[in-house]
């Protein structure tokens, strides 16, 4: 495939072939920055901090490998299997959700998914009319953002701060009117912005659900990476018209392709029977060797204890580099827990121009109006300033040189 | 989960809960009666014509649990992966499909799904409005037809024979100006109708797309099966306007969960960004067994070869006791390949009526009403006295003791 190929289509139909209008239903579907910045930053001599790659040093390939043997001598590793997903997986998340939660989940609440981002596609197709409003953070994941737009959603941001999503404006917002049909939220560690919801503004958020009847999707892929071991206490455990999405990737693998959601069953049974058009099932094998691993619960809590205790120490190696490096030049997120840090630089940096700087100085991020619900506002200025440095992907002395090279380019932008 | 939570919601609202109108989006998404059905069949003492089940005893496990402990030297197969799918894997689809229809098809036209129902259901995504017009053949495979509903595409069926779909029906209807987006089909060893579109056919429907300016969605997973050896010239080398879909789960395992479509560059890259939103990517696990099985080609023609070879045996084990059990009681197709034969009772049976009966006797068969594109109409007679057997998932005598214990169900009915 051409570079030429991977750019959006233009926004007026080509002359002659496509057969039918896809330019114009292109121009509905915002591209990812993101991923047409990782395409620049995979270049060898470039150090990323673009992607959100956990550390694939950290997964357990040695145990995969194993379990995969082992699921393979039944024949059911191979065959077609069931939509919601299979019955031991759905236990086995049901009975680790349970824990999480302090509510008694059944595994008829349980869709197991093909990541948890599919699980957020499949929500949205089943909830979801062209032109309904819905709520989500900014700035926001993207991946949210793309699948709320692709089911025409009319998408409202609300700020986040350091206690996560700004609860008190949405609450003003609702009062004066506004009904979404679904708030999105990351909970905890957010992407981009690092940050964790508080339990006050949890609890409040549930409230709001119940009074005012939507629906909260609690996107919580990093809440057991806690650098201090204890994962925060979900919003779902404050309230019933919460949706979890959970996923293996950050624990375990994302090639497992495992995520979960964990809705009441109506809803579950709606996710189901759009999954099933949607791809039939997933797969037999990764599930089989997912629910392995979740449920050998002493190897699994040792797994993911050096997991997050890697983590930090990565991300503490990161933040010193950044105080080193930039000083009070750099207002920055102090992470704790999840794959991200925030970056705001105090003199108005447009990130988004230092980015080809800084790439041919071996490094790349997200610039901060990547992730701005209004792509034409570009963020304001809060977001372009900003940056997103993902501490999972390198050991600590890789991100240190990251991030002097990333000083640098800042400097030789300053000197030019 | 309860058989409860399995059924369609009921058209009407519930009175509380759940907090959006869920019931009547259901309504709009036709429950898979086949999927029902398997729930039923799925008991021990029933032996199970009625799923579309290739067979496990075929599957190369072992193979690819060798292939999944070499792929996992490697920090690739846990990590993320392309959207499109691996550039290797996407090179040996390219090499296959060029192969397979003497055309150029470049390692840009391909984009690996889950399945080829994912592909198909991202295809309808990006190509589809709300009302738009497109054609299925009748019967239809019930895969397509819940992901062109759940589009909200206008189906028109158009009437299969022994030699696939009646292109000419077709035509008439274009020349007195319908006007499809899409016309999808099953080319060769239908499902469920078992025939195969003949190549004078193959040929007209390529020109009808380029005159009216449709869409062919090939929908190809069994052409490789064929009992002769020989796999159907496929549509796509007829003309350019023809998507091809393809499949592992038939070859291979449908638990590598991989699919893919052979479409033009602007339409693949359609197809990739609505992936993108939709699950990220694929499983780089998967992808990469898939790749090493499919690229050594001396093992992979061998092993198609075994499984054709006993899927022929198998076919001819259930013909023989079809014809020895029921006699001109019954009118079935010939299978030349794929998975599948297609009864027609004639007397009139009304198969779905047969369906308990034939439970209780031990048996389970998918009643042709099943696969009526209107299903309210439930297929007109010929539907309704049909039934689709498959021959894949048991080897011979299995066969020939369901198909008797048909027989004794069919009798034991008359004699009621």
């Given at each position: 495939m051409t570079s030429t190929d991977l750019r959006p289509a233009p926004s007026t139909a080509p002359a002659a072939p496509p057969p039918v209008a896809l330019a114009a239903r292109l121009a509905g579907i915002r591209g990812s920055a993101i991923r047409d910045l990782l395409t620049l930053t995979a270049r060898d001599d470039v150090l990323s901090l673009a992607g959100g790659l956990p550390a694939a040093d950290l997964m357990p390939r040695e145990r995969i490998a194993a379990a995969a043997d082992r699921a393979l001598r039944s024949p059911a590793a191979v065959q077609y299997s069931e939509t919601a997903g299979l019955a031991h997986l759905r236990e086995v998340v049901a009975g680790h959700e349970t824990g999480r939660t302090g509510r008694a989940i059944a595994p008829a609440d349980v869709v197991v998914t093909s990541g948890s981002q599919q699980a957020l596609d499949l929500l949205a197709r089943a909830l979801l009319d062209p032109g309904d409003p819905v709520a989500v953070e900014d700035p926001v994941y993207v991946g949210a953002l793309q699948v709320l737009q692709a089911a025409g959603a009319e998408v409202h941001p609300v700020p986040l701060d350091a206690d996560g999503m700004c609860v008190d404006i949405l609450a003003a917002r609702l009062g004066a009117g506004f009904r979404p049909r679904l708030v999105h939220t990351v909970s905890s560690f957010h992407n981009p912005r690092g940050v964790t919801m508080s339990q006050e503004r949890r609890r409040a958020l549930a409230g709001l659900a119940e009074r005012y009847g939507f629906l909260v999707v609690e996107d919580d892929p990093y809440g057991l990476l806690a650098f201090d071991g204890t994962p925060p206490r979900p919003l779902a455990a404050h309230g019933e018209r919460v949706v979890r999405l959970g996923s293996a990737s950050k624990v375990l693998a994302p090639s497992l392709r495992v995520g979960w959601l964990v809705a009441p069953p109506v809803l579950a049974a709606a996710v189901e029977r759009l999954k099933q058009s949607t791809d039939l099932c997933g797969s037999s094998l990764?599930?089989?060797?997912?629910?392995?691993?979740?449920?050998?619960?002493?190897?699994?809590?040792?797994?993911?204890?050096?997991?997050?205790?890697?983590?930090?120490?990565?991300?503490?190696?990161?933040?010193?580099a950044v105080d080193a490096e930039f000083g009070a030049a750099?207002?920055?997120?102090?992470?704790?827990?999840?794959?991200?840090?925030?970056l705001e630089f105090a003199d108005g940096t447009d990130t988004t121009a230092l980015l080809p700087t800084a790439l041919e100085h071996g490094v790349g991020f997200v610039p901060g109006a990547a992730f701005s619900v209004d792509a034409a506002a570009d963020g304001g200025p809060g977001l372009r300033s900003a940056a997103r440095l993902c501490f999972a992907t390198y050991p600590p002395d890789v991100l240190t040189e990251a991030v002097r090279r990333l000083a640098r380019a800042a400097d030789g932008r300053i000197g030019q």
């Open positions: 990764t599930q089989m060797i997912t629910a392995e691993l979740l449920a050998d619960e002493p190897w699994f809590a040792a797994h993911v204890d050096g997991v997050r205790r890697e983590n930090r120490d990565r991300a503490a190696a990161l933040t010193a750099v207002a920055r997120s102090t992470p704790a827990g999840g794959m991200f840090c925030w």
